[in-house]
């Protein structure tokens, strides 16, 4: 996987410049030394498909078991900002004050949402990215307990696959992201996907 910089024409300096990087394909990272903003691709694209075709979302057994312990709450967009927040506290980060000031934007506008995991009535971990259409752009994630945040993304994606999203975008395949089966796909059969993806309205909801 390559990440690049991408030479879009405006600079990620508003919430609906940020939203029109995403359907061109592209994503902002922060650049911590002046507090600015750039555009990013990647190349191949991470990718979590909904097509059990091609791949199926696979949920290790030992995480199927913590799940239906329910030792975790999950909840939807009840503390946006301490998430990203959360998320943003590690030694290298692309997580500025500029990129926290945008998605904070973009949920009060409805966009940005966040998958909060609670442990004993604590936040323990969580992830947060951007519903856009049919598509959600999975940003970053975090955890404080063991297997919160893998938690969050299972809640995700019963979101998603629920409310019949064409395409579940995370950018680039972590270690927590490969156990769920993710996949990587050239620029090209990405940007189809994205454009189909535009095509339709899918609703962020868990009701």
């Known amino acids: 996987m390559f990440l690049e910089v991408e030479f879009y024409p405006d600079k990620p300096d508003t919430p609906a410049k940020v939203l029109e990087g995403y359907t061109k394909g592209v994503f902002p990272m ?47 967009d009840t503390c946006f900002n301490r998430v990203i927040h959360k998320c943003s506290e590690r030694e290298d980060t692309w997580i500025n004050g500029k990129i926290i000031d945008l998605y904070n934007k973009l949920h009060k506008m409805g966009y940005a949402h966040s998958v909060e995991t609670f442990y004993n009535g604590k936040l323990a971990g969580g992830l947060y990215g951007v519903a856009l ?30 409310n019949v999203f064409l395409l579940f975008d995370i950018q680039m395949i972590t270690s927590v992201f490969e156990i769920f089966n993710a996949i990587y796909i050239p620029r090209k059969v990405y940007l189809k996907l994205l454009e189909s993806a535009m095509q339709v309205q899918c609703k962020f909801s868990d009701t």
């Open 133 to 162: 259409k049919g598509a959600f752009f999975g940003e970053s994630m975090f955890h404080e307990y063991p297997n919160a945040s893998k938690a969050a993304v299972v809640k995700l994606f019963e979101i998603l696959y629920k």
């Open 30 to 76: 922060g650049e911590d030394e002046n507090n600015s903003v750039s555009w990013y691709t990647a190349n191949p694209r991470g990718i979590i498909t909904f097509n059990e075709d091609i791949f199926k979302f696979h949920i290790p057994r030992s995480l199927k078991q913590i799940m239906k312990k329910n030792i975790f709450e999950i909840k939807i």
